[in-house]
């Protein structure tokens, strides 16, 4: 079973920092395109970062450029997001998900994400 477990959120001030981890199971990395997600009360699920495993090609938000990074740790299967000057717009719950489809165009649909792990919640006061 490809299983993903997300942790990491909490609450910060605007311009601090968070890292979300997300831990996967049940199958192998360089198989999958790992995503993080995130969706804000009243708002559609949006892409924060995707990255292509079959060639490293990442997709970066435009609202989260030179903020946000993503990291994997393929000896521990996990995935992190590493991210700097939040902003109260950043509040949201964040999902990662998996993705067998590798074409990079196609990884900012959430549809393309068979495989989520429950979210986080991530919230910047101002």
């Known amino acids: 079973d490809v299983q993903l477990q997300a942790s990491g959120g909490g609450l910060v001030q605007a311009g601090g920092s968070l890292r979300l981890s997300c831990a996967a199971s049940?199958?192998?990395?360089?198989?999958?395109?790992i995503g993080w997600f995130r969706q804000a009360p009243g708002k559609e699920r949006e892409p924060v970062i995707c990255?292509?495993?079959?060639?490293?090609?990442?997709y970066y938000a435009g609202s989260v450029k030179g903020r946000f990074t993503m990291s994997t740790d393929n000896a521990k299967k996990t995935v992190y997001l590493q991210m700097n000057s939040l902003k109260p717009e950043d509040t949201a719950v964040y999902h990662c998900?998996?993705?067998?489809?590798?074409?990079?165009?196609?990884?900012?649909?959430?549809?393309?994400?068979?495989?989520w792990g429950q979210g986080t919640q991530v919230t910047v006061s101002s």
């Open positions: 998900a998996a993705s067998s489809t590798l074409i990079l165009s196609s990884l900012r649909n959430s549809d393309q994400y068979a495989h």
């Open positions: 049940g199958f192998t990395f360089d198989d999958y395109a």
């Open positions: 990255i292509n495993s079959d060639d490293g090609s990442t």
